[in-house]
């Protein structure tokens, strides 16, 4: 459906819809917590489309009852989309009822719109629903009389809309603020992403795994217990050797006689 861009749905004709595997389904009932009416509220909200001719139903505004009776036509356009109507209030619910063999389709102001949001099964598993009936109707029960008035009805509902230039504006612009924040939110979540994926990449090595850095090692110069030991052990290796070595040389050391007698006689060598 293409009427957010200003094209108006036509509605296939009986003969084709008979013909087709399109459905009609229908619900008479209460809906005290106004589940199906908030729902096609926001569904009429979305299509540029006006109801003038609702605010003639007296009737159905002054009813306290919540009753109403609700007519899903599927593939009712011929771009394949849906169609519903719907009449509320006991008088109202009566006259549309007897009306489905008397030959005129119902002509009375009552709810309407194209089905772009919610489907069939939405509508019908509403919430807080105090169904009396609701039904698949044939197309061939009683010669389809019944499918036709309610696809008759349809059409009446159907021609009091009017398509609206100014709501249609006023769809185009929510619907580009709308846009405008969903790219806005979705900047902010990738800018997220980005910072924590920066963030986890800094804290990590390139293969993805936390970097650790090695323990120093330490100095073994001169600067631990045992290695002061081992010096000093070497220093005391030396002497000994040193020692050792002197007394097997044959270098003698003279006494102080001896060293006297070396003057009055020979040269000791």
Not at 98 to 120: E, I, N
Not at 128 to 153: E, N, P
Not at 233 to 254: N, P
């Amino acid at each position: 459906m293409n009427l957010e861009r200003g094209v108006i749905p036509t509605p296939d004709d009986l003969k084709t819809l008979l013909a087709s595997d399109a459905e009609i389904y229908t619900f008479s009932g209460a809906d005290h917590q106004s589940e199906i009416r908030i729902k096609l509220d926001e569904e009429f909200e979305n299509t540029p489309l006006v109801n003038n001719r609702l605010v003639e139903d007296i009737e159905g505004e002054a009813d306290l009852t919540h009753r109403l009776t609700l007519v899903y036509i599927t593939d009712f356009f011929k771009d394949g989309s849906d169609f519903l109507y719907y009449v509320k209030g006991a008088a109202n619910m009566s006259k549309f009822l007897l009306g489905t063999f008397g030959g005129k389709p119902y002509d009375r102001p009552c709810f309407a719109s194209p089905m772009v949001v919610y489907d069939a099964d939405e509508i019908f598993t509403s919430m807080g629903l105090d169904m009396f009936a609701s039904d698949r109707v044939s197309k061939t029960d009683t010669k389809g009389i019944r499918w036709k008035y309610l696809y008759a009805s349809g059409i009446k509902a159907w021609e009091k809309l009017r398509f609206s230039e100014e709501k249609l504006e006023a769809i185009r612009k929510r619907n580009e603020e709308f846009d405008k924040e969903e790219a806005l939110r979705k900047r902010q979540a990738e800018r997220e992403l980005s910072d924590s994926e920066t963030l986890f990449t800094s804290d990590t090595g390139d293969d993805g795994e936390i970097a650790a850095s090695e323990p120093e090692t330490p100095s073994t110069e001169g600067t631990t217990p045992g290695s002061n030991q081992d010096d000093q052990s070497d220093d005391a290796g030396e002497d000994l050797g040193e020692y050792e070595r002197f007394e097997d040389s044959d270098v003698s050391m003279d006494t102080p006689d001896e060293a006297e007698g070396s003057e009055e006689g020979e040269i000791l060598l």
